[in-house]
């Protein structure tokens, strides 16, 4: 047992001693008498230039609900540390060495918009020291910002979010925050992201003076403007709810006989519910604007509700029972039976009407008026033969008899008619409102179509080109 701990000691010692003396003696030379804690500039009086660089990998999501942005990516911060330099001929041409960050001066860096629930989104590594102090750190990270989400044009929209950087503790006077050449950001490494195309990455400095603090501090904000990819939304809601709004046509073109007219319209108004509430679960419940797609839903709820009353009022008229309510007015059959269909271009029948139908009143109408007794005088006058009141009185029985039965198929033929008129009106509506309703559509459509920001190409700014 003795053995086996002494070959192990044995082994450690010269694993220990194996190592590269240069280097340790380096570290052991640049450490003597540092403290982590002391900003490395040699007059305390000057700021401490710190230049950043934002590297984004991907944008993971953006979260429209708790308006939230997802990134991963890195931030390259550059200083100079005074302490950190040595001559390179001394330690056998060694120009760079790898200390761990919690072991030498790194600036309290700081995502100030911040969504995270550890707010610090740097996985922190080690840092590259060079032989002129130059001091290089590439922390990855996963950067959660809030972004305040304009869902106005949605699903044609873009977003402008932003990542706020900035020292938290030092002042400006005292650490000086600079982006580097060009707008400090570098996409490529970038990943297409499937929802979201990255339009353009700015960088801006900014010098606020905070209510809290009496000092100003400085800070970089990153503006990433990205573009909704609306494919998908336009494959999955727009077509299928402009589709539906057109059943609302086939309402009316469907006759009332039919008997499954109301059925489709109330299946019709259900299925445009079924898409409102498919883009409410994706919307944040703000009232500060109105999506374009919510707009035309509400718009196609609309009339689509007005379908259904126009078709109600249609089935009314056709199943019109005019033996309780009576025939129609003069001016309702002007108005039904002569101006509407004329403006809707019925076709006139050869009776001079638009409808096939004729009016019974002249029907019967001799036999109704026939005198039986200026008959028999005449036939007296023309025969010598007396008179055969036996027959007469016959007669007229049957033309009693007659007379009923004229008055009551006049009657029966007079209100099949008033019915046929006010099925000949409810044809009329049913006409008027698929004009009223494709007008409609068209309009709701057409409206929205060019109120899509990609179709208006004033709405906004021109792209970038480059990102994709």
């Known amino acids: 047992m003795k053995t086996g701990h002494i070959l192990v000691f044995f082994l ?64 390259d911060m550059t200083w100079n540390n005074y302490r950190m330099n040595w001559i390179p001929e001394h330690y056998d041409n060694l120009t760079k060495v790898r ?62 979010c932003s990542l706020k950087f900035g020292i938290w503790t030092y002042t400006g006077e005292l650490v000086d925050l600079q982006f580097e050449k060009g707008n400090g950001t570098d996409i490529t490494e970038y990943m297409p992201n499937g929802e979201w195309k990255l339009i353009s990455i700015d960088a801006q400095r900014h010098y606020i003076d905070y209510k809290c603090c009496p000092d100003k501090f400085v800070d970089i904000t990153f503006y990433i403007c990205l573009e909704r990819r609306s494919m998908f939304y336009i494959i999955n809601l727009v077509l299928p709810c402009i589709l539906n709004s057109l059943l609302t046509l086939l309402t009316f073109i469907l006759p009332a006989q039919a008997g499954e007219k109301i059925t489709l319209s109330i299946t019709v108004l259900l299925a445009q519910i079924v898409f409102m509430l498919l883009v409410m679960e994706s919307m944040p419940a703000t009232s500060d604007a109105t ?35 009576g025939p129609m007015s003069p001016a309702m059959r002007k108005l039904w039976l002569e101006f509407l269909p004329k403006l809707l271009h019925f076709k006139k029948h050869e009776n001079g009407t638009y409808m096939v139908a004729e009016d019974p009143s002249q029907k019967l109408k001799c036999l109704c008026n026939y005198d039986i007794r200026k008959d028999r005088y005449e036939d007296e006058k023309r025969s010598s033969q007396q008179p055969n009141y036996q027959d007469i009185r016959m007669l007229r029985n049957v033309h009693r008899h007659l007379r009923y039965v004229a008055h009551k198929f006049a009657s029966d033929e007079k209100w099949e008619f008033a019915r046929l008129e006010w099925q000949f009106a409810a044809s009329v509506l049913d006409r008027l409102c698929f004009y009223f309703f494709t007008v409609m559509v068209f309009i709701a459509t057409l409206s929205t179509l060019f109120a899509v920001p990609s179709i208006n190409k004033g709405f906004y700014p021109p792209t970038v080109e480059g990102y994709t």
């Open 99 to 160: 200390i761990p960050y919690d072991r030498i001066w790194v600036p309290d860096l700081l995502l100030y918009n911040s969504a995270s629930e550890r707010f610090d989104p740097f996985i922190h590594t080690h840092i590259t020291v060079d032989h002129k102090g130059n001091n290089l750190y590439v922390p990855p990270a996963l950067f959660e910002s809030t972004c305040k989400i304009d869902v106005s044009n949605f699903p044609f929209d873009r977003q402008n």
């Open 291 to 325: 999506p374009l797609i919510s707009k035309y839903f509400t718009f196609s709820l609309f009339y689509v509700c007005a379908s259904v009353g126009g078709t109600v009022v249609v089935l009314s008229l056709h199943y019109f029972v005019p033996e309780m309510w």
């Open 12 to 75: 450690g010692s010269f694993i220990k001693a194996s190592g590269d003396p240069i280097e340790a003696q380096l570290l052991s030379d640049l450490f003597y008498n540092y403290t982590p804690m002391e900003r490395p500039i040699n007059q305390h009086r000057n700021a401490l230039k710190v230049n950043l660089k934002l590297t984004i990998q991907q944008i993971i999501d953006i979260d429209e609900k708790n308006q939230i942005m997802k990134a991963n990516g890195w931030m």
